[in-house]
C-alpha cells in the first residue's frame, strides 16, 4: 500500500541573482539624468567612432558601471578581452525639442531611430528657412509623418512665419533640454 506524502513542496526560486530593468527614466533624480544623458552621449560616440570606450568613459565623466546601468544592454563585447562597442540602435530616452504649430516644445523621444529622424526634420526646416529646399519640398516629405506617435508639423507657410516672429530659435537639437558639453 502507498503512503500520502502530507509534505508541502517547496517553492521554486530563482537561486541566483535578481537581473533588474534600466531604471525608469521618470523616476530619475536630476543627478541621475545627467548621468543618463552623458550615457547616451557615450553610445552615441561609440557608434561614430571616437575613441575607445576606456577614453570615452573619462570623456563622459561615467565609470563602467553607470554607463552599464544605463545604457547596458545597448554596450555589446567587454568580455573576455573583447572590447565594447555600441548597438546599432537603442530604445534610450532623450529629451529632445518636438516641432508644433506654436514653437517648439521638450518632449521625451524614445529611440535611436526616432532621434535620427527627428534631427533630419530640423536639418530640412534648416533648409527650408534658408531657401534650399521649397516648401512644396519640404510639405511632400514631412506631412503626415509621425514620430513617437505625433505627427511633425509640417505646414511650411506657418513655420515661415514663425521664424520671421523670430520664435524658431533652434541652435543645436539637444541644446535647450539636454547635457551640454
Not at 545597448?74 to 578581452?81: I, N
Amino acid at each position: 500500500m502507498k503512503r500520502k506524502n502530507n509534505r508541502r513542496a517547496k517553492p521554486k526560486t530563482s537561486g541566483g541573482n535578481v537581473k533588474r530593468g534600466a531604471p525608469d527614466y521618470s523616476r530619475l533624480s536630476s543627478r541621475e539624468k545627467d548621468a543618463y544623458a552623458r550615457s547616451v552621449d557615450l553610445i552615441y560616440d561609440l557608434r561614430n567612432g571616437e575613441g575607445p570606450y576606456s577614453r570615452l568613459l573619462r570623456k563622459h565623466r561615467l565609470d563602467s558601471r553607470t554607463a552599464r546601468r544605463h545604457a547596458g544592454r545597448y554596450l555589446l563585447g567587454g568580455k573576455r578581452g573583447r572590447s565594447v562597442r555600441a548597438s546599432k540602435t537603442d530604445m534610450l530616452v532623450r529629451e529632445l525639442v518636438f516641432p508644433t504649430g506654436w514653437g517648439d516644445v521638450p518632449q521625451l523621444v524614445r529611440g535611436s531611430k526616432a532621434a535620427s529622424k527627428l534631427s533630419d526634420y530640423y536639418n530640412d526646416r534648416e533648409k527650408l528657412l534658408k531657401d534650399e529646399l521649397s516648401p512644396a519640398e519640404f510639405e511632400g516629405k514631412w506631412r503626415g509623418v509621425r514620430v513617437t506617435r505625433k505627427e511633425l508639423f509640417a505646414n511650411a507657410a506657418r513655420i515661415l512665419q514663425m521664424e520671421e516672429a523670430d520664435v524658431l530659435k533652434l541652435d543645436d537639437l539637444y541644446a535647450s533640454v539636454g547635457s551640454a558639453e
